[in-house]
């Protein structure tokens, strides 16, 4: 079983960013972070895999940087320009389950507990 834990969440207005940070138990070639905001389905935001490769959703594309320390089996979502809508909270899951599109919640295998952001206008 493979342990996550985030952190760096919290609240910052508009057009501010926050960086937040996942640490792993391991390393894991295939890593993202999802979003859920109350009374939505979740969101795939970003995804990087073992060689390095990313992927974003196109609400975020240009605003955050998904990047990793394979030597501190470490993910991080910096994430800039926020808006009022990016308010949500964000898990970091690692693996594959099979299935679905690169970003699509349903294919990780592991999750984090959860780090909450909130953006005010």
């Known amino acids: 079983q493979m342990r996550l834990v985030e952190s760096g969440g919290g609240s910052v207005e508009a057009g501010g960013s926050l960086r937040l940070s996942c640490a792993a138990s391991?390393?894991?070639?295939?890593m993202g972070w999802i979003r859920q905001a109350p009374g939505k389905e979740r969101e795939g935001v970003a995804t990087?895999?073992?060689?390095?490769?990313?992927y974003y959703a196109d609400s975020v594309k240009g605003r955050f940087t998904v990047s990793r320390d394979n030597d501190k089996n470490t993910v991080y979502l910096q994430m800039n320009s926020l808006k009022p809508e990016d308010t949500a909270m964000y898990y970091c899951?690692?693996?594959?389950?099979?299935?679905?599109?690169?970003?699509?919640?349903?294919?990780?295998?592991?999750w984090g507990q959860g780090t909450q952001v909130t953006v005010s206008s």
């Open positions: 990087t895999t073992g060689g390095n490769t990313t």
């Open positions: 899951a690692a693996g594959y389950r099979g299935g679905g599109s690169v970003l699509s919640p349903d294919t990780f295998l592991y």
């Open positions: 391991a390393w894991n070639a295939r």
